[in-house]
T-cell receptor
C-alpha cells in the first residue's frame, strides 16, 4: 500500500459544479497535511493547509479525518481556472525531522 | 521577495554522462528540498536539508546521486552517471523552518537522458 494515495482522475466537470477529492494516508502518526495545486508544466504551489478542525478559503474547503486517515478537498462553483492537478501532502515525524510525502495528484478539468 | 531560483531550466544529456543542478532558496529559509517528478507522478523527495545538515535522504539513490548544501544556503544536486530512467523534472523547494511550513518551489530543471 502506498503511503499517500489519491484518485488520479481525471475529473471532468462543467463550470459551476462542486467536486471533491480524497487522499488517504497510511501512517497514523502523520502530523501535518496540505493541498498543493500544480498547473501543467509548472511548479506546485500551496493551495491550503489542512487543519484538524477543517478550514475554508473562499470556494475551497479542506477537511481532515484522523480516524479514517484521509484528507479531503471540496471545490464549489468550479471555474475554468481551477483546471489543474491537485496534490495532497502528508508530513510525518517530530521536531527532530519531518518526512514529506506527496500524493501522485488528482487531475481536474473544468469545461465551459 | 525573490523566489527559489534554479538552473539550468533544461538539460539534455546522454546516458552515462554527468549532470549538475543548482538551487538558490528564498533568503532566510532554513530548509531546502530536492524532488524528482516523473511525468504523471507526484514529486518524490530525494533529499531534505535543514541549514547544512541532512534531515532525510532515504530515497536518494546514493550510488549515482549526490547533493550538498554548503554554508546552509544554495545547493547542488549531481547525477553521475545518468540513466534513462533519470529523465524527469528536478524541483527544488525551500521553507522557513521545516516541512510543517509552506514549501515554495522553483521552476524546476527538465532533464532528458538519451
Amino acid at each position: 500500500r502506498k503511503e499517500v494515495e489519491q484518485d488520479p482522475g481525471p475529473f471532468n466537470v462543467p463550470e459551476g459544479a462542486t467536486v471533491a477529492f480524497n487522499c488517504t494516508y497510511s501512517n497514523s502518526a502523520s502530523q501535518s497535511f496540505f493541498w498543493y495545486r500544480q498547473d501543467c508544466r509548472k511548479e506546485p504551489k500551496l493551495l491550503m493547509s489542512v487543519y484538524s478542525s477543517g478550514n475554508e478559503d473562499g470556494r475551497f474547503t479542506a477537511q481532515l479525518n484522523r480516524a479514517s486517515q484521509y484528507i479531503s478537498l471540496l471545490i464549489r462553483d468550479s471555474k475554468l481556472s481551477d483546471s489543474a492537478t491537485y496534490l495532497c501532502v502528508v508530513n510525518t515525524g517530530n521536531t527532530g525531522g519531518f518526512k514529506t510525502i506527496f500524493g501522485a495528484g488528482t487531475r481536474l478539468f473544468v469545461k465551459a | 521577495e525573490a523566489g527559489v531560483a534554479q538552473s539550468p531550466r533544461y538539460k539534455i544529456i546522454e546516458k552515462r554522462q554527468s549532470v549538475a543542478f543548482w538551487c538558490n532558496p528564498i533568503s532566510g529559509h532554513a530548509t531546502l528540498y530536492w524532488y524528482q517528478q516523473i511525468l504523471g507522478q507526484g514529486p518524490k523527495l530525494l533529499i531534505q536539508f535543514q541549514n547544512n545538515g541532512v534531515v532525510d535522504d532515504s530515497q536518494l539513490p546514493k550510488d549515482r546521486f549526490s547533493a550538498e548544501r554548503l554554508k546552509g544556503v544554495d545547493s547542488t544536486l549531481k547525477i553521475q552517471p545518468a540513466k534513462l530512467e533519470d529523465s524527469a523534472v528536478y524541483l527544488c523547494a525551500s521553507s522557513f523552518r521545516d516541512s510543517t511550513d509552506t514549501q515554495y518551489f522553483g521552476p524546476g530543471t527538465r532533464l532528458t537522458v538519451l
